[in-house]
């Protein structure tokens, strides 16, 4: 368990967070979001001991372990077997052998790999073995910075495994919102430089943040009126000897009443591809294509038409040839069969690492725009700056000094400005935050055009992909299905390979079965009903609170009252609007109790579908 009380941190003028309290829990698996630069990876060092902090304090038991994805690398073993079984702990750990194979495995290594040296492997692999380690070290809490950055899809499946039935504590930083609600317990985020936290998943999270910042501007506009409406009063009767006295009650009223600022905008980015119609239906008809860097192909004998409007998804394990077949269709390698024909009028644009790495290190930011159309003028590439948040002098800038999330949002800049009919887009979200992914995602689904993406996130795949391109058993297809179709009809044969043992039990007859749903679903009602009855109670108790605080606003603001009157308004409104918070806050946590209760039984029931 950790308790962090009143933190503070900021750099320079830059205040992160501010007065920051939690408690993690035992067993709580806690998702951290918040935009980049708000300070969660700060968070994270301040826990381990590698930042300081400019006050308050955290509570880490002692003897408490906790275990951390490092990004340096340093290894001290000849076989990557040996190195990751320097991770175990107990006296058995020397018989532990399988729990090691079983997670190298699992984050898709081969069996064949377990004899290779850590330096053999790929900067991701790498990234890879540490993670295994400190998953091996079964350490009390993990803080998981972007794990999944340098996983495949296959290996995030596992992942999202491993990290449901993990037993300890868990707090984790991810741009992909749906593998964090499948692995967490609980949300937190940094959100105007304040932090709290929720049982429930990231969109509970953001719902709440969304009604409580609506209810601040409500009693913000509500207070403003009232401020501005006893002004008017006091300039107008403070002169007037018959009026002074509730004049000068006025102006103590006036005098207590709190300041509410209205809420800064938060800059996001505001993805609109420059779509310009392509003439025609079909824009690449590649046919028999084949590839390999040695003797031994990536792909073979592919066939694959893209057309106007598809969506298409390539997915598959790390190291078969997505980002190669993306380089092909590119034209920016040239296949060793095949061929691949491209209407006249197509417009491309990739997104790839091999176009950040080529990204003019000496140019600021809206140079780097501008160069893409040198006619489009200063201006536009400041304001495409500004939409991919480098505002005012940040598009200034070096692109030599930008961390590589920065670089990646330069380079979708660029491709903003870019006429286009098809987007090919290798990893495009690596380094956006959550917000940032959805607005990608929102603007992909509404692009005119086609688009081929690579991606391992599975929520991204099913929002955008109509059709795939899939690189498992030994081959590449192209699939006119969706990721969910193809999980149903053929699934990840590392999957298959690996089953769970698991003790059958005789398979209930039909009416054994009618009978288990009809006791769940009773055993069911009563544990709801009464939830259910208290929500409709405090619904009906706000409204009516709702009304009398309209009643006590208007006499507050109604110049004829006598003080006394005004006065006990002034107090029963503290009273109502204290009741009020807390009924909300009562009614917020039954819904959320109520809604898991009835999805548990909801899972239940299904494993007794008749």
């Not at 380690?133 to 009390?140: F, G, I, R």
Request: with cysteine; aromatic share 6%; proline share 3%.
């Amino acid at each position: 368990m950790i308790q962090v009380v009143n933190l503070s941190k900021g750099f320079g003028t830059q205040v992160l967070f501010q007065d920051v309290t939690f408690t993690l829990g035992k067993g709580e698996r806690v998702g951290l979001v918040g935009r980049n630069g708000t300070g969660k990876s700060t968070l994270f060092k301040i826990l381990l001991g590698e930042e300081s902090y400019d006050s308050g304090e955290y509570i880490i038991p002692k003897n408490y372990q906790i275990g951390t994805l490092k990004q340096h690398l340093h290894f001290t073993h000849s076989t990557i077997l040996d190195e990751c079984k320097t991770a175990l702990r107990g006296e058995n750990a020397e018989f532990e052998q399988y729990k090691v194979e079983k997670m190298l495995l699992g984050l898709g290594f081969k069996m064949s790999d377990f004899t290779r040296a850590p330096s053999d492997f790929s900067g991701g692999y790498q990234i890879r073995l540490n993670l295994a380690k400190v998953l091996l070290s079964e350490p009390d809490c993990l803080l998981l910075d972007e794990p999944t950055n340098y996983l495949d899809i296959v290996s995030m499946r596992w992942l999202t495994k491993f990290l449901r039935e993990f037993k300890g504590e868990m707090i984790l930083i991810t741009h992909d919102r749906g593998f964090m609600d499948d692995v967490t317990t609980h949300t937190m985020g940094i959100w105007r430089q304040k932090l709290f936290k929720i049982k429930g998943d990231s969109t509970k999270y953001f719902e709440q943040i969304v009604a409580e910042e609506e209810m601040y501007e409500k009693t913000r506009v509500n207070a403003e009126k009232k401020r501005k409406d006893l002004e008017e009063f006091v300039a107008r009767f403070k002169a007037k000897a018959s009026k002074a006295t509730q004049a000068q009650s006025r102006m103590k009223l006036l005098e207590k009443m709190p300041t509410m600022d209205a809420l800064a905008m938060q800059a996001t980015l505001d993805f609109e591809f420059n779509f310009q119609e392509c003439p025609g239906k079909v824009l690449i008809d590649a046919k028999e294509l084949s590839f390999g860097y040695t003797d031994q192909n990536l792909i073979s004998n592919l066939n694959l038409l893209i057309q106007r409007n598809d969506k298409i998804a390539i997915i598959g394990k790390n190291g078969k040839g997505k980002s190669t077949l993306l380089n092909l269709l590119a034209r920016e390698l040239e296949p060793k069969t095949g061929s691949i024909n491209s209407n006249v009028n197509l417009l491309m644009g990739h997104f790839g690492q091999t176009n950040i790495n080529r990204l003019n290190l000496e140019n600021t930011i809206e140079e780097e725009i501008l160069a893409v159309n040198p006619m489009m003028g200063l201006q536009r590439a400041r304001s495409i700056a500004g939409v991919m948040m480098f505002s005012g002098d940040l598009a200034k800038k070096k692109i030599k000094v930008l961390s590589g999330g920065e670089r990646a949002r330069v380079l979708l800049g660029k491709l903003l400005v870019k006429p286009t009919n098809l987007l090919l887009l290798d990893e495009p979200t690596n380094h956006l935050d959550q917000e940032s992914v959805e607005a990608l995602t929102l603007e992909l689904q509404n692009y005119p055009g086609a688009v081929i993406i690579v991606t391992h996130s599975e929520s991204m795949l099913r929002d955008v992909a109509t059709k795939l391109v899939v690189f498992h058993h030994d081959k590449v297809e192209f699939l006119s299905e969706t990721y969910d179709d193809f999980l149903k009809k053929i699934g990840w044969e590392e999957e298959e390979a690996a089953p769970v043992p698991q003790k059958t039990a005789d398979k209930p007859n039909r009416q054994e079965v009618k009978r288990l749903r009809s006791e769940m679903i009773i055993e069911r009602g009563r544990e709801l009903n009464p939830m259910k009855k208290k929500m409709e109670s405090l619904e009906k108790e706000i409204m009516k609170l709702e009304d009398e605080q309209k009643q006590l606003e208007g006499i507050l603001i109604d110049p004829s009252n006598d003080s006394k009157k005004m006065q006990e308004s002034s107090q029963r409104l503290g009273q109502v609007n204290k009741k009020i918070d807390s009924s909300f806050e009562e009614l917020t946590e039954i819904t959320m109790k109520h809604d898991e209760i009835f999805q548990s039984y909801e899972l239940k029931l299904k494993d007794l579908e008749v």
